[in-house]
């Protein structure tokens, strides 16, 4: 707090006279940073449950991946919600939750497919951002927005594999 309030050329009791805690403020922050990322993002699009999926994590990468505090900030709080109440409570996932019960999924798999899909969507903003490489042999450190895509694609579709046989079949193209 100290730092911030000499950032801002005030004092740190000012701070304080707002929030009354490093926690509040940042809990703070990371409200206005969730209202501006949901003005920014686009409605989830698709016509089948997998272009959904697709479209809502290939733009919720992009849009964090253009701004590190917001991405920080998201990423925390989801991260956090990881229980389906709490999810529920965030409208996107709410939305695409329900595209995936009525795809076939039951609840638990379908928070479980959320969870996976945003776990696997920071884990890939936390290596881009900290230039962090699995491969050591001198390739490309960081991975591009096409092996993002790669990695969705296929979690996409090994969740379709845990549709009922006969809607799994037409599920994914």
């Not at 696997?120 to 927005?145: C, K």
Request: one cysteine or more; proline letters at 3%.
């Amino acid at each position: 707090m100290p730092r911030l309030a000499a950032h801002l050329g005030v004092g740190v009791t000012s701070i304080y006279w707002y929030f009354k805690s490093k926690r509040e403020l940042i809990e703070a922050m990371t409200d206005q940073a969730l209202r501006s990322f949901y003005a920014g993002m686009a409605p989830i699009e698709g016509s089948r449950w997998d272009d959904k999926l697709r479209n809502f994590f290939n733009n919720l990468y992009e849009l964090l991946r253009a701004d590190e505090l917001t991405c920080d900030l998201i990423s925390r709080r989801v991260s956090a919600q990881v229980t389906e109440g709490a999810l529920r409570a965030w409208p996107r996932a709410e939305e695409l939750l329900e595209t995936l019960v009525e795809a076939g999924f039951s609840q638990g798999m379908a928070r479980h497919a959320f969870v996976t899909l945003s776990a696997y969507t920071q884990g890939i903003l936390l290596v881009e951002r900290t230039g962090v490489s699995a491969a050591s042999s001198g390739e490309e450190a960081v991975p591009s927005s096409e092996e993002f895509s790669f990695g969705i694609n296929n979690i996409i579709g090994g969740l379709a594999l845990l549709l009922p046989r006969e809607r799994g079949e037409d599920a994914v193209a």
